[in-house]
């Protein structure tokens, strides 16, 4: 019954599961990335990033303030103040003076520390440091707190991020590079495999099989291969290390999936509307420009989401290609690279710059995805 014409197949529950399966783990991390790059480098710290809209129970040092803030009260020496920032609305559940014991104390207790004075913590964080002989030193007593703070996001990663003066950490820059590197690296071979393919689905030439059978050999071929070599040639003709060498690398890279891709579209189109316009005098340059291109669209864009988010999420031609001692045309991936060396435990400056960096394939997948499974089926069936 299950292959009546009408009826659902038996399997359509196994594959929403799965493909719900497969949602939730693509979306998970990449969720979890951008919660964690709003938040403060303690919470980070203390509490995964699905705890981040509860309030959240962690430890802090805090200290009260100078002795030469005291003031004298009768016959005693008083500190007071609040060992919180301002307007923090942290509630402190316990307390101490020792890291050994950080809890010995609750909200309203006094803590004799001897010859050191007496010390009363509120909940608010509001205390009193007395003691009754003057205090000396230059810094405040310790304060161990366990405290509940609220949820807490912040902007300071992304200013610190994207607006930093320091040329090892702005990612603005790095951004600017890597739009600079993608947007020709994805126009270039789009141009080229389109003639290509056309010249390969609809013009007959000799040797036209064999260049089909290379097209497919060399997607097989890893990209590894060619590197050392390419930046030889590179540096023997005089393009060097730049731009202009890594667009050439990236189309020539690019070049076979975008042709094999292409080409398989174009050969499925009507074979009625080219031999039509070719009766009416129209040449292969008029029909590729005014019937091919229009109606290969989907296959051109699709093939540009796969070119663009190879390029932007690219590492390692950048590093083979482009000249990144001075900074000037670093890359996003080599800059995330470079923080995870400077900034090895600056989690929340890590998770906002690997955000930044995937905003733009995530606004390219949502807004195109139509193209990118049209793409993935294109020349699949007939």
């Given amino acids: 019954m299950d292959n009546i014409a009408g009826t659902k197949s038996s399997l359509t529950w196994a594959v929403h599961i799965s493909v719900a399966i497969l949602v939730a783990l693509w979306l998970f991390p990449t969720v979890g990335l951008f919660v964690s790059s709003f938040r403060t480098a303690d919470q980070i710290a203390t509490s995964g990033w699905w705890k981040a809209l509860f309030p959240q129970e962690q430890n802090e040092v805090l200290r009260t303030a100078a002795p030469d803030t005291q003031v004298q009260e009768g016959t005693l020496y008083v500190i007071e103040g609040n060992l919180f920032e301002t307007g923090s609305e942290s509630e402190i559940s316990a307390w101490g003076t020792s890291s050994r014991e950080i809890s010995a104390y609750g909200p309203g207790d006094t803590a004799d520390l001897g010859e050191d004075g007496r010390l009363t913590v509120m909940a608010d964080g509001n205390y009193r440091y007395e003691n009754d002989t003057a205090f000396e030193g230059r810094r405040g007593e310790r304060v161990f707190v366990t405290a509940t703070a609220p949820p807490e996001f912040t902007l300071d990663n992304y200013r610190q991020v994207l607006l930093s003066e320091d040329a090892t950490d702005s990612m603005a820059k790095a951004f600017f590079n890597t739009l600079t590197v993608t947007i020709p690296a994805t126009i270039i071979p789009i141009l080229i495999a389109a ?44 393009i060097g290390k730049g731009y202009l060498g890594v667009w050439l690398a990236h ?11 292409l080409r398989n579209y174009m050969v499925g189109l009507p074979r009625d509307i ?5 009766v009416d005098g129209a040449s292969d340059f008029q029909i590729f ?12 864009a699709s093939f ?18 482009l000249i990144d001692s001075t900074g000037e045309t670093t890359v996003m ?26 905003s733009v394939p995530l606004i390219v997948f949502f807004a195109m995805q139509k193209y990118l499974v049209r793409g993935m089926l294109a020349g699949s069936v007939k």
């Fill in 274 to 278: 080219i031999e039509n316009a070719r």
């Fill in 195 to 238: 003639f290509a393919a056309y010249a390969l689905a609809w013009m007959d030439f000799p040797g036209r099989a064999l260049l089909i059978a290379a097209v497919v050999g060399l997607l097989v071929v890893p990209l590894q291969l060619a590197l050392i070599p390419l930046l030889k040639l590179h540096l023997g003709i005089g």
């Fill in 251 to 261: 189309t020539g890279f690019g070049l076979p999936l975008a042709i094999y891709l």
């Fill in 333 to 358: 991936t080599r800059q995330i690279v470079e923080l995870l060396g400077t900034r090895g435990g600056n989690w929340e400056i890590l998770a906002t710059a690997a955000f930044v960096s995937i």
């Fill in 289 to 300: 420009v005014k019937i091919i291109l229009p109606l290969s669209f989907p296959a051109l």
């Fill in 304 to 321: 540009a989401i796969f070119q663009f988010l190879w390029t932007w999420n690219d590492l390692l031609v950048a590093l083979v290609f």
